[in-house]
């Protein structure tokens, strides 16, 4: 199996009080909230957990963007990768992902990701997706266009990344005279692309797309829907005359390792509480700006929303969904493995910090991963 | 009482329409809401003219097609409108978002429009003003924000609507969205021709406007040749149903006027 170390780099020293006088840790929270001296401090400590999951013998670190959130300050997530690449020499690192629909010019994303692949000597994994739904109030990106220009860009990218260039690109959205990205990814024809998904369906279909067979990584989703969404993926591929490989299938979670489930429970119930239910949430009219999915999916989801009311999710619940995996090794080797029985899911993404989890929670619980999770599932 | 909704084509598009009364043709272009409630508001318009309210492409029911994707296809689109429905001239009368689309059409065109009648038009802005952000109001604010007349609001806000009107309220939304949020609810090359509109233009204004603030009217007033401005005193950005005795009665006296 192929591990992965990552984290949202999350604002920990969020004045809860004050955030909740917001209807959101996103877009509308003021940024006086942010103090730059523990922001700096924050930077610190994210970058160098991360780091450290290469000594532990993790295949990979990841890092991705967010705008204009405390939930996580990584607005530019290549600056974090190139700052990593500085103080790694084996491990891959991955950009999971570029929201590629919020810029106007996806050449530079193009640009940058092959300047990191050089740095790196060829250890770097791209990821595309389209942000999130709050991100077209703070980007001001029409979400009706989300699905068109997501398309036209990666179209775009990967053009940039393989074809010789200069050449010119005819889209309704971006049009260049002339393409010709200097310098050219070292791993050739380009990275390896992993696509973070929620599981719709339009998005297994186009990544398991036989010219493509990127990574369909699913994310923040319940044991039953991330077995829900992997299935169908892999079915997707035998519908598209292929057997699905094992590393095309991603799983990526909260992760937190202890002596004990109760001890695991104890040291990370609040955090992981923090996240679902303080750096998370927000209204459907910033989540799901119109168009950002389609009509009849939007309908689902409002529906969904508002039989489940707005409770606060309780790290037991969280703990019983399987949307984070809590508990002794024994126990989260065992979720592990029957996730890996069901689906054959090959790529594990960890979250390992999450929410509020200080640096020395983090640290005790990648060394406890590290030791005695991980080595059960590497032959 | 609402008229019976009729059909009118245009290309492939199905269009639903309301239309009511007898005299010269009157083009009604609603707002983001959708196709308006039927109200006194259009009883007194009917009384003098026949009124059409047709519904926007991608509103409720009426299908979206491919080619409208953004105001400037709008305003050519109700250019074949009129064209197909050969009515001869009409008076244009938009609200907000229907407004915006009028001014658009009358720049290019003035050919088919007697004259032009605004009320709290999208399309401009005052910078330093800012508007209301409609897309990220919860349901409750979107409602409230539309009325001074707060009375209003909770009439609306105390029935429960059906998963039909839902259903047309969120297509409403996503059209609104294709034509207005980026730039946010204006076309900055629209102040650059307004000198084109060669009609008598009326501009109304409701002065507690919380979506597109009263001094939006400026803009109108410094780039429209022949225009007045007209601004109702306790009254939000849903004129037509906030005051629409005084709505009805400043249209009436500006389409009467020669």
């Known amino acids: 199996m192929h591990f992965t170390g990552f984290t949202l780099m999350p604002y920990r020293p969020l004045d809860m009080e004050a955030r909740h006088k917001e209807r959101s840790a996103w877009v509308v929270l003021p940024n006086s909230l942010y103090d730059p001296v523990k922001g700096a401090d924050e930077y610190e400590s994210h970058i160098s957990l991360l780091t450290r999951a290469e000594d532990l013998g993790f295949d990979a670190i990841a890092v991705n963007e967010h705008h204009q959130t405390a ?28 929201a590629l629909p919020l810029t106007n010019n ?39 266009f989300s699905h068109e220009r997501f398309h036209e860009a990666h179209d775009l990218i990967v053009q940039a990344w393989t074809r010789s260039g200069p050449f010119e690109f005819e889209g309704e959205h971006y049009n260049f005279k002339y393409v010709n990205c200097w310098p050219r990814p070292y791993q050739q024809p380009r990275p390896p692309i992993w696509i973070p998904s929620q599981g719709s369906s339009e998005t ?34 035998t ?10 299938l991603g799983w990526a979670v909260p992760v937190y390792v202890a002596d004990t489930d109760e001890k695991a429970k104890e040291e990370a119930g609040k955090a992981i509480e923090t996240l679902f239910g303080d750096y998370l949430p927000n209204p459907w009219e910033m989540l799901l700006p119109p168009g950002y999915t389609s009509m009849s999916s939007m309908k689902q989801t409002m529906k969904l929303r508002s039989s489940l009311g707005k409770v606060r999710p309780t790290a037991d619940m969280l703990i019983a969904s399987g949307t984070a995996l809590i508990g002794s090794a024994k126990t989260v080797r065992q979720k592990i493995s029957e996730m890996v029985d069901r689906t054959g899911v090959n790529s594990l993404v960890t979250m390992l910090q ?24 590497k032959k | 009482m609402a008229p019976p909704i009729t059909r009118h084509k245009v290309r492939d598009l199905d269009v639903r329409m309301m239309r009511a009364g007898a005299g010269a043709p009157l083009l009604f272009l609603h707002s983001a809401g959708g196709l308006p409630v039927w109200t006194p508001f259009f009883d007194k318009l009917a009384a003098q003219y026949d009124v059409i309210i047709p519904e926007h492409p ?115 939304r996503f059209m609104a ?20 509109i060669s009609v008598p233009t009326q501009v109304i204004w409701g002065a507690n406007d919380k979506l597109l603030p009263s001094v939006y009217a400026d803009a109108w007033k410094a780039g429209v040749p022949d225009v007045r401005v007209e601004i109702i005193p306790e009254c939000g950005h849903a004129v037509t149903a906030d005051k629409g005795d005084a709505c009805a009665a400043t249209i009436l006296s500006f389409l009467a006027r020669s």
């Open chain 2, 177 to 196: 969205a294709r034509l207005g949020w980026e730039p946010r609810w204006l076309n900055p090359a629209l102040a650059r021709w307004l000198h084109r």
């Open chain 1, 71 to 98: 939930y996580g300050i990584m607005p530019a997530p290549n600056l974090i990768a190139s700052a990593l690449i500085q103080r790694t020499k084996r491990v891959k690192i991955a950009v999971l992902g570029r």
């Open chain 1, 106 to 144: 996806p050449l530079f994303i193009a640009e940058e990701m092959a300047m990191l692949d050089n740095m790196s000597r060829g250890r770097m994994i791209a990821g595309f997706v389209r942000g999130i739904g709050t991100e077209y109030h703070s980007t001001g990106t029409n979400p009706v």
């Open chain 2, 58 to 172: 991608g509103f409720g029911d009426t299908a979206t097609p491919d080619w409208i994707r953004n105001i400037g296809d709008m305003a050519m689109y109700y250019l074949d409108f009129l064209d197909g429905l050969g009515i001869g001239k009409v008076h244009l009368v938009g609200h907000s978002l229907g407004g915006w689309t009028a001014a658009e059409l009358a720049t290019r065109n003035c050919t088919q429009i007697l004259d032009l009648t605004l009320i709290a038009p999208a399309g401009l802005r005052v910078k330093g003003a800012p508007s209301g952000d409609n897309f990220i109001w919860s349901a409750e604010e979107s409602v409230r924000n539309m009325f001074h007349n707060q009375k209003i609001a909770e009439a609306i806000l105390a029935m429960t609507p059906s998963d039909e009107d839902n259903d047309r309220a969120l297509a409403n």
């Open chain 1, 239 to 248: 519908e598209f005359g292929y057997e699905c490989s094992g590393d095309q």
């Open chain 1, 204 to 237: 297994v279909k186009w990544a398991a797309d036989p010219s493509r067979k990127y990574q369909f990584l699913v994310t923040f989703s319940s044991t039953e829907l991330v077995t829900r969404y992997l299935t169908a993926y892999r079915n997707q591929c």
């Open chain 1, 354 to 377: 999450f929410g509020t989890l200080s640096d020395e929670l983090t640290k005790r619980n990648m060394d406890m991963f590290a030791s005695e999770v991980m080595p059960h599932f």
